[in-house]
């Protein structure tokens, strides 16, 4: 058994405390936007908009942490993003209906929702949001353009949290005009 | 060709980063500001600030579910300081004073939510925006613990910032 260095009144340990952190911090945005936005759909947009501008970023630290090479077909993609999923927020989503151009992720429960129960008032609103969002803005920096979206949420009474990624088509980079 | 040697950005656990990013959201994408108040510095430090205030105040009562009480004032300060400190930023509260009436001082020389900015004077304006929040957590968790206070910040040099709490006391 290790020894401890030094007797914390914190007991829980780390990634415990990290979770909790940003999962209590991200109710509070939601709470704060419900508050601010005159419509639920407005806070779902919010919502996924910072999740995209998140997205963008995280991907350079997941190809930077991994050294995953490209990707070879959709599933490959969906598995890479469920590895994501597992070392950033320590959930573990399964994969479902994967076709050719559209995957699932399916989560037991909704991530942040463990401390969370949504008001009446608030039936409509996607607390989960931000998750498409990031799922796309990571996907356009590799050059794949994806349309990501909440289908069920146990928030909501579902059995499971899903979140439907369907592939487009692949982007291009676009020079700007006047440059070889 | 030698490579450069490997980045150290990489080497902090991955779960911290999500937290790292929804924080540079919340100050840098507007998200916060009603449209007729963009670049209403005040209202986003208010805004922030509240964000961590409910943040720290929820997360103190999970953290010492099961802890007894402190002693007094400066055992519960001391705690943010050490415990409450690492587990939130991974490391202690550098130095701390206090003039035994009320204020304390807490000094972070190496500040994590700055340590990713220039430490030239370029981004210094911008600095109160990566400290709201923390004063908020700092305000929430004392509240929680029965304390009331007033939590600000000062930058001088990146990545160095104090807090200052001042005590109010019921009179």
């Known amino acids: 058994m290790s020894r401890q260095s030094t007797s914390s009144r914190i007991t829980a340990d780390s990634k415990k405390v990290n979770s909790e952190l940003f999962v209590l911090t991200y109710g509070t945005l939601v709470q704060q936007l419900v508050k601010d936005y005159e419509s639920v759909e407005d806070v779902n947009k919010q919502l996924e908009r910072i999740g995209y501008n998140i997205g963008l970023r995280v991907i350079e630290d997941f190809l930077a942490?991994?050294?995953?090479?490209?990707?070879?077909?959709?599933?490959?993609?969906?598995?890479k993003i469920q590895a994501a999923f597992k070392m950033y927020l320590n959930a573990t989503p399964s994969l479902s209906n994967v076709t050719a151009d559209e995957f699932s992720l399916v989560f037991e429960s909704t991530p942040f929702g463990e401390f969370t129960e949504l008001p009446d008032a608030c039936a409509n609103l996607k607390y989960c949001n931000v998750l498409p969002g990031v799922i796309r803005g990571a996907c356009e920096m590799v050059q794949m353009d994806?349309?990501?979206?909440?289908?069920?949420?146990?928030?909501?009474?579902?059995?499971a949290t899903e979140i439907r990624v369907r592939f487009i088509k692949k982007l291009h980079d676009a020079l700007p005009a006047g440059e070889d | 060709m030698a490579l450069p040697p490997q980045s150290t950005s990489t080497t902090a656990p991955p779960d911290e980063l999500p937290l790292e990013l929804l924080h540079g959201e919340l100050i840098f994408s507007g998200i916060l500001l009603s449209k007729d108040k963009e670049g209403d510095?005040?209202?986003?430090?208010?805004?922030?600030?509240?964000?961590?205030?409910?943040?720290?105040?929820?997360?103190?009562?999970?953290?010492l579910k099961d802890s007894t009480r402190f002693k007094d004032e400066l055992d519960t300060i001391?705690?943010?300081?050490?415990?409450?400190?690492?587990?939130?930023y991974k490391k202690q509260i550098d130095n701390l004073r206090t003039n035994h009436q009320g204020t304390y001082v807490l000094q972070d020389n190496c500040f994590k939510?700055?340590?990713?900015?220039?430490?030239?004077?370029?981004?210094?304006?911008?600095g109160p925006k990566f400290l709201a929040f923390t004063c908020g957590i700092i305000r929430g968790a004392l509240s929680n613990l029965?304390?009331?206070?007033?939590v600000v910040a000062e930058i001088s040099t990146m990545p160095t910032c104090r807090f200052h709490i001042t005590i109010q006391r019921a009179t």
């Open chain 1, 65 to 79: 942490r991994t050294n995953y090479p490209r990707c070879t077909d959709l599933r490959d993609t969906a598995e």
């Open chain 2, 41 to 63: 510095i005040n209202e986003l430090l208010s805004k922030l600030e509240f964000i961590g205030f409910s943040t720290g105040y929820r997360l103190i009562e999970r953290l």
């Open chain 2, 146 to 150: 029965g304390i009331s206070s007033v």
């Open chain 2, 113 to 126: 939510l700055l340590s990713k900015i220039s430490a030239t004077k370029q981004y210094l304006e911008h």
């Open chain 2, 78 to 88: 001391k705690f943010i300081c050490k415990d409450f400190w690492v587990a939130i």
């Open chain 1, 146 to 159: 994806v349309q990501a979206y909440v289908i069920a949420d146990t928030l909501k009474g579902d059995n």
